[in-house]
């Protein structure tokens, strides 16, 4: 069955420690990973997304994420977190003609002071 | 260039009512899609538009809820009657091809049913 599995529901840091969100999947064909981040009364916004090559793809506002095909992951990362980081990350996997993404249930980070 | 806009924000009904969500996707985009958060569960796909065709509703829950894509620019989702369980936050998201694409999401529609 295709799934996506964020095994951290909450995770709270200080801020300038570093971050690492978990993120595995599984998915029978060749998959297109995202991140998307929903701050407070916003939408989902897009932070980064992998199709192919490079398996480090660099995102917006300093995130980064890593591919692993072997260990089906795609975990998050920031060297250095900052308060206006705290919101909740979803990880979600597409692919095939329809591109239907599967999402996991989100982890929320809070960041303090 | 406008992003995916959803009208009502939020919408509170009582059970046994309708309501009608719209989404207006990215102008220009062909893929429309809608998801669906229940509190504490993950965001679900619900289904998918081309221009105006139905691609994919593998994930609409019920025959209580109705898409359309008149004319392949704005969508509705139209949910009657409702039930409680529909409460939820609806998002809408397009993109400009299937496969290997971005999807942009709007700010959702967050609907409570009493």
């Known amino acids: 069955a295709q799934s996506v599995t964020q095994p951290d529901i909450h995770i709270t840091v200080s801020e300038g420690a570093s971050l690492e969100l978990r993120c595995n999947y599984s998915y029978g064909a060749t998959p297109y990973l995202f991140w998307y981040v929903q701050s407070p009364g916003q939408g989902l916004q897009l932070l980064l997304k992998y199709f192919s090559g490079d398996t480090l793809v660099q995102g917006i506002k300093g995130f980064e994420a890593e591919f692993k095909r072997s260990q089906s992951s795609f975990n998050l990362r920031k060297p250095s977190v900052h308060w206006s980081d705290a919101a909740e990350y979803f990880c979600a996997v597409g692919g095939g003609a329809t591109n239907k993404l599967i999402f996991g249930t989100g982890t929320l980070l809070a960041v303090q002071p | 260039e406008a992003g995916v806009t959803q009208f009502p924000s939020h919408s509170v009904i009582e059970k046994g009512q309708t309501v009608t969500l719209r989404c207006d996707p990215i102008?220009?985009?062909?893929?429309l899609y809608w998801y669906r958060r229940v509190m504490g569960k993950e965001i679900k796909f619900l289904l998918h538009f081309v221009k105006e065709s139905k691609q994919d509703e593998s994930g609409m829950p019920n025959n209580r809820f109705l898409a359309e894509r008149t004319g392949g620019t704005y969508s509705t989702l139209k949910v009657q009657p409702a039930e409680l369980e529909d409460s939820g936050v609806y998002f809408c998201?397009?993109?400009?091809?299937?496969?290997?694409?971005?999807?942009?999401f709007g700010p959702g529609t967050r609907l409570t049913v009493l």
């Open positions: 102008s220009g985009h062909d893929n």
């Open positions: 998201a397009s993109s400009q091809v299937a496969g290997a694409s971005t999807q942009y």
